[in-house]
């Protein structure tokens, strides 16, 4: 079930949203990976979304959401794919708001195309812009940016090996349950979660999420 629209305060006044552009990389050359991602985005996060996610052109996903921590998820999802340039657009969306996502506008969307372009030449495939700041620039965005990528670059480095484990952990499993789960001893789950920096990510996230909030609610005040 999607928000509705007045869950998230689009009648009466403007508010400023995250909008998730995604091109998937080498299409032409490349199996369809968009189809997929929109189920998984729906089935995950669906009840966080302003729109369904949906297929702006043949090789393009888009999603509307009001909630940082849902943005800073599908970014971290969609760059894990290695497989898309993702850009954030931090802004204002025309309202009232359509029924799909690819009839929606505003600049927002404009902010996260743009983003998505410049994510072409960052090697972490991420880029971050707010529209309503002068030339789309603002200290908010570019330290969202660069703290993002930062973290991206640990993620990049990590191991399939470390990615299991993550992915144990991320179900809600306790590093003791998962390491009975891979089969391996307690020090070596232990050794595998350092070599991963599991933990500096999940001491960046929180802090990460809430600087996007910031940068969200900036775009108010400067727009």
Do not use: C
């Not at 954030?88 to 799909?100: A, D, F, M």
């Not at 309503?132 to 660069?146: N, Q, V």
């Not at 499993?173 to 891979?182: G, K």
């Not at 789950?189 to 910031?214: F, G, I, N, T």
Request: proline share 4%.
């Amino acid at each position: 079930m999607m928000l509705e629209v007045n869950e998230i305060g689009f009648i009466g006044r403007v508010v400023d949203v995250f909008v998730i552009t995604a091109d998937q990389i080498d299409s032409r050359v490349q199996d369809d990976r968009v189809t997929a991602e929109l189920a998984r985005i729906t089935a995950e996060h669906g009840a966080s979304l302003a729109l369904p996610a949906d297929r702006t052109a043949g090789d393009e996903l888009q999603v509307l959401t009001a909630e940082p921590t849902t943005a800073f998820a599908l970014a971290m999802e969609l760059t894990r794919t290695r497989a898309f340039h993702v850009g954030i657009g931090i802004g204002p969306v025309r309202r009232p708001l359509p029924k799909t996502t690819r009839e929606a506008s505003g600049p927002a969307f404009f902010a996260a195309r743009d983003a998505a372009t410049r994510a072409k030449g960052s090697g972490v495939r991420l880029a971050v812009q707010m529209q309503t700041a002068p030339e789309g620039k603002s200290a908010k965005a570019t330290d969202a940016e660069a703290l993002l990528g930062l973290l991206l670059i640990l993620r990049e480095r990590r191991s399939d090996a470390g990615w299991e484990l993550y992915d144990l952990l991320q179900e809600g499993l306790t590093q003791a349950d998962a390491a009975a789960r891979l089969g391996i001893s307690a020090p070596a789950a232990s050794a595998r979660a350092k070599a991963a920096h599991l933990r500096a990510e999940a001491a960046a996230s929180d802090p990460l999420v809430r600087l996007l909030e910031q940068t969200d609610r900036a775009t108010e005040s400067e727009g």
